[in-house]
């Protein structure tokens, strides 16, 4: 989420990102941005530099999918676990 006057330049840097491709703008400033990872702690890293580029006012993971990940977790990661707005207790 930008704000719509910031659109273009963060969709630009978005998909300057390793691994990020922006699939999706609409004109109240919502984007739709597909992240490749190779692990779940390389998505948490890349969800992070994505709410580090200048502009954007909200990013949150809606979906993954790891086809080859063969990683099992019984708990979150502590470095997802402290992202701001997840509820860890939610998720067990």
Do not use: W
């Not at 990020?20 to 998505?43: K, N």
């Not at 809606?62 to 990683?71: C, K, L, R, S, T």
């Amino acid at each position: 989420m930008t704000r719509p006057e910031n659109l273009s330049a963060v969709a630009a840097e978005l998909n300057a990102l390793p691994g990020v491709e922006v699939h999706h703008e609409d004109a109240v400033g919502r984007l739709v941005a597909v992240l490749e990872a190779e692990s779940v702690r390389a998505e948490a890293d890349g969800l992070r530099r994505i709410k580090t580029v200048p502009g954007v006012l909200m990013a949150e993971m809606v979906f993954h999918y790891f086809e080859d990940d063969d990683e099992v977790l019984s708990e979150l990661p502590p470095e997802i676990a402290a992202l701001p707005g997840l509820d860890a207790n939610a998720c067990q």
